[in-house]
């Protein structure tokens, strides 16, 4: 079974950047997509972006232009890189490879 690990959370203010790194624990190129999904607190799971085998991205409309998803396979790494950080960002972090999901990292965006 996969396991997953996020890094790479934090806090930093409004208009900054935050990469964040999920490491898999076996090859994740069998898996068909990958995925960023984010909680914030009272609030339901968001699908945030999505990366095929094939590097097909996908993002919601709340990240579009300001978040870029990657992978690299032979290192068994997925990654987020976000920009222009707003506060309604802040949220638990978690990836996903077809059920699997890992524990999450915080990001906090203060005003």
């Known amino acids: 079974q996969v396991q997953l690990v996020e890094s790479g959370g934090g806090l930093v203010q409004a208009g900054g950047s935050l990469n964040l790194s999920c490491a898999a624990s076996?090859?994740?190129?069998?898996?068909?997509?990958m995925a960023w999904y984010r909680q914030a607190p009272g609030k339901h799971r968001e699908l945030v972006a999505t990366i095929t085998s094939g590097g097909s991205t996908n993002y919601a409309d709340s990240v579009k232009g300001r978040f870029t998803i990657s992978r690299d396979n032979a290192k068994m790494t997925v990654y987020l890189q976000m920009n222009s950080l707003k506060p309604e960002d802040t949220a638990v972090y978690y990836c996903?490879?077809?059920?699997?999901r890992g524990q999450g990292t915080q990001v906090t965006v203060s005003s």
């Open positions: 076996r090859s994740i190129f069998t898996f068909n997509a």
């Open positions: 996903a490879a077809g059920v699997v």
